[in-house]
């Protein structure tokens, strides 16, 4: 019995996806191990000028909503002070950032650690920015519009076009249309984007 064009076609499709995914996640773990082992140095030596230049950690660990709405702990080089609320970088005061966080920030150094996300499987190198399970018009947002079907990523569609956590329907948006057609030509394209200078998203207001 012949196969209808309609499943035919939509089985094809979902084979397509399903390989442009792999090829991903192989870029993924071929970036995370090899970026790892090249930066290994520079992170210590950055590790050791945070801890000695304010009071904490080096590597600041924090609750994130991954794939599936799953939580998981994404880590980045510290770049606040301990005493920070946990809350989005846009309502988070300048004051709150150290001066050598502000380096880490802008040239997106801080981003590091989250190497070892994406090689375990919790991030991608491009994808939706994870939130924080307190952003509840965020989360609700992606839900809507099926963002959790992938990974979140290190950069993504959002951060390159500048918009922040502080226009959540506007930035699902724009991390939906990534989600729902994630290719390896576009994963390309944001890294690349991002390599260039873009990617600063996530800004600091006041």
Known sequence: MAMNPRVEFLSEKSMYRQLQSSIIRVLDVSAAVVGLILFSPLLLIIGVAIRKTSAGPAVFAQPRVGRYEREYICYKLRTMYVETRSVGTHEVSRSAITPIGRFLRRTK??????????????????????????????????????????????????????????????????????AHDPTVIGYLKYVLMTVVGRGQGDRVRG
């Open 109 to 178: 150094i801080d981003e590091l650690p989250q190497l070892w996300n994406v090689l375990r499987g919790d991030m991608s190198l491009v994808g939706p920015r994870p939130g924080l399970p307190v952003q509840s018009a965020l989360i609700e947002a992606r839900r809507r519009l099926g963002v959790f079907a992938v990974r979140p990523g290190v950069t993504g569609p959002a951060q390159v076009k500048q918009v922040d956590m502080s226009e959540p329907e506007r930035l699902a948006l724009l991390d939906c249309r990534f």
